[in-house]
């Protein structure tokens, strides 16, 4: 039974949602990066999505790109930022760790040897942002040989085939967009999902989890009204190290204000 598997069972069980944060591994830099990610674990965090560094993060808005030359400036790059990832699995082996990347990272490592690298790791799902749907068959193979959950994105505008394949093939969890454009805070509102996640649940989709556009617990509370599973929450805890990047105390502090409060939300349901 998957990490995934035994979390998404645990949470029914006691009638929760997932709290999924998102940061960028190495912002500010690798030490405090590694201090951020201990403090989400321990405000709550029910599963992690990391951010691989990357040059060109497309499907995100200006904080996180903002977050990925911070790291990149420090010299953190895939090696150093998947050592850290270990460094956290052998801390916390129950919890589940989703990365999130872009094709060119895979591409140029090289399918085989990137896929190793994260599966060494302790890496339990992949999402790749930029990959659209009709392309991912070239990897499914390789993430069944390296026992890696093949994530996939539900974009707001999906026909019923779609998802219905998604729902077919996402494994993990299944990422559901609350809207369409880059991640950011505030950029507009949600759009109504309700059908969406109506059709995933009915084609049996992974558990199905909500991320962009959500950054305050009013957000979390109407995602979860629409039937998700879980939210993920990126751009709102990035912005805080953003704001306090040279106060590494502050950044601690509120950043655990800020979890706990979002993970009471998916409590009180």
């Known amino acids: 039974m998957s990490r995934y598997t035994k979390l998404f069972e645990m949470l029914k069980s006691v009638n929760q949602k ?23 674990i321990a405000c709550g965090a029910d599963a ?3 951010g691989l560094p990357f ?22 790059y895939t090696r150093q930022a998947l050592k850290l990832i270990s460094n956290i699995r052998s801390r916390h082996p129950q919890i589940p760790i989703g990365l999130l990347s872009y094709t060119n990272l895979v591409v140029a490592m090289g399918k085989e040897n990137f896929f190793k690298l994260i599966s060494d790791a302790g890496v339990d799902s992949l999402l790749l942002a930029d990959l659209p749907f009709v392309m ?57 999902l309700s059908q969406n996640i109506e059709l995933l649940k009915k084609y049996n989709s992974a558990p199905i989890v909500q991320g962009f556009g959500i950054s ?40 655990k204000a800020f979890a706990s409060e979002i993970k009471l939300a998916t409590v009180n349901i």
């Open 48 to 50: 992690l999505e990391l």
């Open 216 to 255: 305050d617990t009013k957000d979390v509370k109407q995602a979860i009204a629409a039937g998700v599973d879980g939210i993920i929450v990126g751009s709102a805890i990035i912005k805080i190290i953003q704001e306090n990047v040279t106060n590494k105390t502050k950044i601690l502090e509120k950043t």
């Open 136 to 192: 991912t068959d070239w990897l499914r193979s390789t993430f069944v040989q390296y026992n890696i959950a093949q994530v996939l994105i539900a974009p707001p505008n999906a026909d019923q085939d779609l998802l219905k394949n998604i729902a077919k093939f996402s494994q993990g969890y299944t990422y559901l967009l609350g809207r369409s454009g880059v991640t950011g805070i505030n950029v507009h509102r949600n759009e109504d």
């Open 55 to 76: 040059s060109d993060p497309v499907a995100d808005g200006p904080i996180i790109q903002a977050a990925n030359l911070r790291a990149l400036s420090k010299g953190v």
């Open 18 to 40: 997932a709290f999924i944060p998102f940061v960028t591994v190495g912002d500010p830099d690798l030490e405090m990066s590694q201090n951020i990610i201990e403090n989400l």
